[in-house]
Each structure stands twice: as C-alpha cells, then as structure tokens.
C-alpha cells in the first residue's frame, strides 16, 4: 500500500498589470494525494520433467486528490478556484474537457449532460433542474462531472510455458475504469462537415446528429481494455558439442489483440499528465508488430 503526497507543484495564477509585468506568475502551491495497493503473486503452477508452467500476476488500484490548490507564499494569500485542462478548438464553445478543484480527482471531465437530440438533428443537454434545453440555454450551473479519464486499476499477466525444447510465453494487459473522449467522432463523425473528410459513423452511430460539435459526455465512452500485448513462441535446439553453447530459434508478436468496448482506433492512450483520457485527432495508435529470430551463445 502507498499513501503519498506531492506538493509544490507549479501553476500558472492571474496577476494585475502593473506592478506586475506579465498576467501571469507561476506559483509553487498544488498539493495531489495519490493512495493505492499493489499486489503481485506469483507461482509454479506444474513442474514436471517434461513441462511446467508459471505464472505472475500484478494488480494495482489508486485514486487521487487535489488537495490543495490555494495557499499562501512570501505572506501574500492566492486563491485559486480551480484549474482546467484539454481545451478544446472551435467550433463552438467546446471545453476546456478536464476540470480539477480542490478535494476533487484529478482527470475529471466537466461539462454538458447528452439528454437527447430535438427532431431536426440538434442536441438536447440536461439542465440542473432535470428539464433539457439546447446548448445555447445550458447555464455554468447545468455543468457538472461526467466522467473521468484515469484509470483506477491496472492489470498485467505474465504466463510462461516450457515442454521439452519448446518456451511459449503470453503477456496480457488490462487497464479499467477509464472514460475516454472520442474527438474523433466529434470531428469526423459529423455530417455536418461534408463535403469535408467525414467517419463513416457520421452516417450511422452518429447519423441522426445535424449540428455542430458540442463537448458533453455524449462522446464520452468506457475505455477499459485487455489486451494480449505480446507472444513469444521458440524452440531450443539441441547440441552435444561443437563452438556454439546454445541455438534457439523464436518468433514473436506484439500488440495482437485488444478487447474493448471503445470505437476509437486505440483505448490505449497516454494516461499521465492533466489531459489524461483525451484521444486527440493526432493520436496514432500503437501498431502490431511481427519478429522472426536466432540466438546463439557461444
């Protein structure tokens, strides 16, 4: 189990002009909580002459906190009512998509709540009081947490097999808990934008949607993952005598397989830093990957 805490971290704060000469300062007062357990088992399943088998797991959960934003430096008091992360380009008044405040997570996504679309294609967003309103209609009160971009458990699980000359190793990896932004789909899943490049889930997930993009949780999906992240399969020839030691032959793969639930090309994105959980449009997913090779020792 851990239980840390970061403190003077750097953010930028609003300044007046003059005495200052610049609008802003960068000041040493964020304070992040992060807690969590790691867990890692491993274990001989078989050992028999001929064939064994182990294996290893490792599980971790976390959370954290934004436990201080404001504070005081050189007697001077500075309040800071929150910080944003992830803006988002026109058109219309999209983001910033990440929203932290004091005693909140990191990596929350705040804004609109998708209620609907009206009968000629525009959207329809909840407001506080559970009514729906147009996004021209949604007041700074109507927004609220609509998920959250960092994962809370990671997974990985390491097998190892060996029968007679033969090793087949197989590593799958798993991150849960995530959401996922899909500006992908924001962007070139709309209609709206032909004869621009368009998605072909601009005609069909998204085929009833005629207006412009509006950041809500309605391009928010769960980007949970497995994923079978690397195979090794060789073979160890067998030599009596002679200059080289060993001779093993292998071939490998990585990346093969990935089960998800997210549409986005890869669920698979950067989760450090404050624009945790964004897939932006200049993303390129991970590839897969093929080796063929020889080792020898001499």
Not at 192 to 208: D, E
Request: glycine residues 12%.
């Amino acid at each position: 189990m851990y239980n840390r805490a970061t403190s003077d971290l750097l953010t930028n704060y609003d300044v007046s002009l003059p005495p200052n000469v610049t609008s802003q300062t960068l000041l040493n007062i964020g304070t992040i909580s992060n807690k969590g357990f790691e867990v890692v088992l491993s274990g001989v399943v078989v050992d028999k002459k001929n064939f064994s088998y182990t294996t290893d797991v490792i599980f971790n959960r976390q959370q954290n906190e934004m436990t201080r934003i404001s504070g005081e430096i050189d007697g001077n008091k500075y309040r800071i009512e929150r910080l944003t992360f992830g803006d988002l380009p026109s058109p219309g008044a999209l983001g910033p998509a990440i929203r932290v405040v004091e005693g909140g997570a990191l990596g929350n996504f705040y804004g609109k709540r998708f209620a609907g679309f009206t009968p000629d294609g525009d959207f329809l967003f909840y407001k506080k009081d559970g009514s729906t309103a147009k996004a021209g209609d949604i007041k700074e009160e109507d927004l609220g947490i609509i998920g959250n971009g960092v994962p809370k458990m990671m997974i990985s699980w390491n097998n190892n097999f060996k029968y007679k000359n033969w090793d087949l190793s197989l590593l799958w990896r798993s991150k849960l808990g995530v959401d996922l932004l899909n500006l992908q789909d924001m962007y070139f899943g709309n209609r709206k934008w032909l004869p621009n490049n368009l998605l072909m889930v601009g005609l069909t997930k998204h085929g009833q949607l005629n207006a412009a993009p509006q950041y809500s949780d309605y391009y928010l999906e769960p980007g949970g993952f497995v994923k079978l992240d690397n195979v090794s399969l060789g073979y160890r020839f067998p030599l009596k005598s002679g200059y080289i030691r060993n001779l093993r032959a292998y071939v490998a793969g990585r990346n093969l397989v990935t089960i998800t639930k997210y549409t986005g090309l890869d669920p698979e994105l950067q989760d450090n830093g404050m624009t945790t959980g964004i897939d932006g449009r200049g993303f390129y997913p991970r590839t897969r990957s093929f080796t063929i090779g020889l080792t020898m020792g001499f």
